[in-house]
């Protein structure tokens, strides 16, 4: 499975304001009756949209689909910074069928550059992704899944200032019973070090990442509650 097309729409979507020298924590809940434009940019397609709807941010795909249906929220002001320790989790369920070409997730990028970006999605049953792009190109070698068979769980990224390595992590329960983390693999923005790595010739001093949550659907209709996201998060990790 490949999502690179959702991350290179993604990535061309402008941030705005905020600062690139300290992490101010922010959490949504999503149990508004709409997405607050304050916090978040709003990029659909035609087909496609996301919908505050029974305490969850739900994704849904209507009338006919196409092999290009997406939604996209970028947080406008809230970036984390190159010389600071941070991490961004993400409630999920994806109940649609196998059959389907369905995903949901949460993905960072080189906010300097965004054709360098890092995404983490759940496509329910088939399973959990890392995807990994540097100047625009997919080293499909470098993609990775674990697949635990279920519909729901949570998602985390995050980055340590020492080391310098992006962590791709998912919990197969969510977090009703409290996070048990696994990792799929690490990604280093300086090209050395990590089991997966691009030189994102990152400002060392002045360097920061976007983030952005996304669904997407390929010839699928969805319906509302099938694909949603929930208890988005973004704080200072130790």
Same mark, same amino acid.
Not at 50 to 67: E, H, M, R, S
Not at 108 to 126: M, Q, W
């Given at each position: 499975? +490949? ?6 729409? $993604? ?7 905020? +600062? ?13 009756? +709409? ?5 978040? %940019? ?52 994806? @109940? ?18 965004? @054709? ?17 792009? @540097? ?28 080391? %310098? ?20 693999? @690490? ?13 994102? %010739? ?12 996304? $669904? ?19 704080? $200072?990790?130790?």
């Amino acid at each position: 499975m +490949s999502v690179s097309r959702i991350l290179i729409a $993604a990535s061309a979507v402008p941030l705005f304001g905020g +600062s690139a020298l300290a992490l101010t924590p922010f959490s949504d809940n999503f149990n508004a009756t +709409s997405i607050n434009s304050t916090r978040w %940019k709003v990029e659909n397609s035609s087909k496609a949209s996301f919908l505050a709807a029974q305490n969850k941010l739900n994704f849904t795909v209507v009338g006919k689909p196409t092999d290009d249906d997406y939604s996209i929220l970028t947080l406008k002001k809230n970036r984390p910074g190159y010389n600071e320790s941070w991490e961004v989790t993400l409630d999920v369920t994806n @109940t649609m069928s196998e059959e389907s070409s369905v995903g949901v997730g949460v993905q960072v990028f080189n906010a300097a550059d965004p @054709t360098d970006v890092v995404s983490l999605e759940f496509a329910g049953k088939i399973g959990f992704f890392g995807v990994f792009i @540097t100047d625009d190109e997919d080293d499909s070698d470098q993609d990775i899944e674990k697949n635990p068979g279920v519909t729901k769980g949570s998602l985390k990224i995050s980055f340590d200032k020492t080391s %310098k390595l992006i962590t791709l992590s998912y919990d197969k329960d969510g977090s009703a019973n409290g996070f048990v983390w696994k990792k799929l693999c @690490t990604f280093s923005p300086t090209g050395t070090g990590g089991t997966r790595r691009g030189n994102w %010739k990152m400002n060392p001093t002045t360097g920061s990442f976007g983030i952005e949550i996304f $669904a997407y659907g390929e010839k699928s209709k969805v319906a509302s509650g099938k694909v949603t996201l929930d208890n988005f998060t973004l704080k $200072a990790a130790k």
